[in-house]
């Protein structure tokens, strides 16, 4: 048979086809696709979105914030463990009451247009942030500061905030109440100070805007909206020399196979927190590669049950729902990648903190409970709306809970998925009978958890309001000793989980992807970095 | 003063199409009110759309909702809103997007515009290709028939969603020959142009294949084989010159959706188009920029279609000679209404 001179090169070509497919030589052996470092110190990161704005005290997102964190800093930063750390302030001290501190700032610590950070920098963004007009989402963050709710809600003037510059390197802050924590608080970006150089309300513009001048490690040198944003390395940042890294690319990839491909391609470094796909996740922490790390987060997974309607109204139908929430079949078989089963709300990774003891029972107990209540094998309930928003392990966790309350206790769900504005709207209305919730905290304090469910909190969709358990948070900001406050909030935290509001699930976990020529960075339960001491090794050769 | 008469090479004197046909002037008039409608729908349903802009996984406490929603305006009633918003698109602003604040609405949009015409266009070279270059080769060889109609279809049933991260895994990951994802070079294009062309072209292969095997079974094709014209040369002088029309009523379509329709492919290789910031923006309550999206694509539509029927009247004489029939009693209309008002004015002034 004559041969086809074109089969030849068709058919090599079909055969490399097949062994790329098959996966032989798509990366270096013992490491997840391909590891090359860069030629210079570059660190290229998938960051998930892109931050609503450059503005540090605008927004309150972990991608706005990520970025605030590159090109400013506050008062106080954090290290690459997620412990604070000296900033612009270099020294600071509270009265005895912890209700007023001073801060002493570098005098070294310069704006990047060379110009000094002062004390009144500090002052001219607080009341920036906290002006109605500037309308920042992230104004709550300082109310802690004496007279600062009152400026942000147009019934004060700016002039009253609690916070005075004694000299350009002495600040002195008062608080509403004693907060032995405040200090950890000025490394919230929305604390971070910007530049009164800047006279305009809105000086950044996009496209086209200048670059903001910023006071952090890095500065600006472009950013193109689902682009990338590229920042390097400053050269007025006062701890400039133990800042390693020339430049840092950050990546907006919302598809999370997308990030994998490129990360198993060699073209991304680290991959942030949830932007790798929950099962990808598993698959790479299954296989133990070297590159998976994964941290806890200080964030619970909880259901709310909306107390204003029937049956939920009824503290023993909660009790009979939470009874019977097998949280460590969801947690393997939905999450697991790192998430933990929870039946508190608090973290138990925070340091010296000890979950209360709460009542167990089967499904026995639970049904108990349900005939108590009128309701004897679920008869006369009628079916609760469960809602969620797609995307995301949301819908898995809703259809598993249908089986499992249906088989167990009679009680008939009606998963309902939505985007998430559609949700977040029949929250706020009440129109839900179960709806999923996460509470992701700024600082790791215990009852940073606990006042999303006090009276009045906007975060509270549940209904439930408790004078107990709203005096007892309030005794524990007043309270300076840790053990008694922590006793306190144990107490809060007990009422809280035999009244039954919420069905906690979780303990949210991380999985992130660094490349082993990347060094310094630790994921922590912040979710922070700290720039110094991170590089990127580029003679790095696998070893052999 | 009228234009001047030109000839064409077929020594036929026509109107010149532009700038004076009424073909674009009576495209411009209904233009006009099709994207008011547009636009007007648009606000209504993004407005009806359960939901606000700015829900968050954390809810703000009502002071700080309240300062938001009175600097974007949304505390306003909702007829007042439509008429600021109609205030600013006449001066050409759309205000500023609500997810970056920072960016105008309109900048959001122009910045994704870029990436998505390229993506776009290249693509419909990819398919121009495939499509033509396949549908040519089944009439010539009858026998590679099968092997193109299969191919066709496989190209066409293939979703774009699993041929992308096909070729990634195959050529970007198994043989590092291009990106997996990203932007910022000619090779970023190569990728997502396949994934978006090579269904499009399956389904153009198929059509150019039926439309030639018509056009070369008409009685002047068969004559000009009887002349001797070889396959190759009646192919390209003859069927493919009779088919040109229907082709351009199937490109334009196909363009407008394909440089409206790259959303997945803009997601699945994280390319910064408009399609991408059209859906994120939906999802996310982002009002101006949806309006924004909205109006652009509707443009895009007006214009390529105009753009084919133009062209339709360059390539077919039967057209060509209703519309030059069509804008010399258009202008004669003109004409005698003038003189009309004319007269009238000078009976009014004696």
Known sequence: MKTRPWNAPVISLLLLLVTAACGSGDGTAGYIGRVHPPKSPVLRVASGEDPAGLDPTR?????????????????????????????????????????????????????????????????????????????SEAAETLYTIRGARLINEGAAGPETLGARAVSDTVLVVELEHPDPGFPARTALPPLFPVPPQETARDYLNWPGGRAPIGNGPFVLEAWRLNDRLVARRSDTYWNRDAIELERVIFYPITDKNTTVNLYRAGEIDWTTANTIPVDQARQFLGAGASEVHVSTVYATYYLELNTRREPLSDPRVRRALELTTSREEIAASIFGAGHRPSRVMITTDLPDWTAPEIAGGDAETARGLLADAGYPGGEGIPPLIYIYNTGGPHGAVAEFLQGTWQRQLGIRIEPTPMDYPSMEERGRRGDFHIMRSIWLVDLPAPIEFLEVLEGGNPNNLTGWRDSTYDALLEEARRTLNRQERYALLRRAEERLLTDVPIIPLLQYANVQLIKPYVEGLRPNPLDVVGWAGVRVDTGWHPPR | ????????????????????????????LTALPTLFVIVT??????????????????????AVRENIEHRYGLDRPVYEQYLRFWGNL??????PSFQQPERSAFGVLIEGLGPSLIVGLSALLVALILGIGGGTLAVLRPASTPVVSIAALVALAVPVFVLGPMLVRFVAIGLGLLPAALWGSPSHVVLPALTLGIPVGGALARFWRAVLAESIELPECIAARARGLGEWQLVWRHAARKSLPLLLNYIGPMLAGLVTGSVVVEKIFSIPGMGRCFIDSALARDYPVVIGATLIYAFILLVVHTL?????????????????????ADRALRRKR?????????????
Do not use: C
Not at chain 1, 122 to 134: E, G, K
Not at chain 2, 1 to 28: C, K, Q
């Open chain 2, 338 to 350: 003038r003189a009309a008002a004319r007269a009238a004015k000078q009976s009014r002034g004696t």
């Open chain 1, 59 to 135: 927004y309150h997102s972990q991608n706005a914030w990520r970025v605030a964190r590159l090109l400013f800093e506050g008062l106080l930063a954090f290290t690459s463990e997620g412990h604070t750390t000296p900033g612009v302030a270099s020294s600071w001290s509270a009265d005895t009451e912890a209700r007023v501190f001073t801060f002493h700032l570098r005098p070294e610590a310069r704006w990047s247009d060379g110009s000094r950070v002062r004390a009144g920098d500090f002052i001219h963004s607080w009341r920036r942030t906290l002006d109605p007009s500037f309308a």
């Open chain 2, 41 to 62: 729908l648009t606000f209504i349903l993004t407005r009806a759309a359960p939901g606000g802009p700015f829900g968050k996984e954390r809810e703000m406490p009502e």
């Open chain 2, 308 to 328: 084919v029927d133009l062209s339709h009247l360059r390539l077919d004489p039967r057209l060509r000679k209703e519309h030059t029939e069509w804008t010399e």
């Open chain 2, 1 to 28: 003063m009228a234009p001047p008469a030109v000839t064409d090479n077929t020594g036929e004197e026509r109107a010149p199409l532009l700038p004076f046909s009424p073909l674009l002037r009576r495209r411009l």
């Open chain 2, 90 to 95: 006449l001066i050409g602003s759309l205000g």
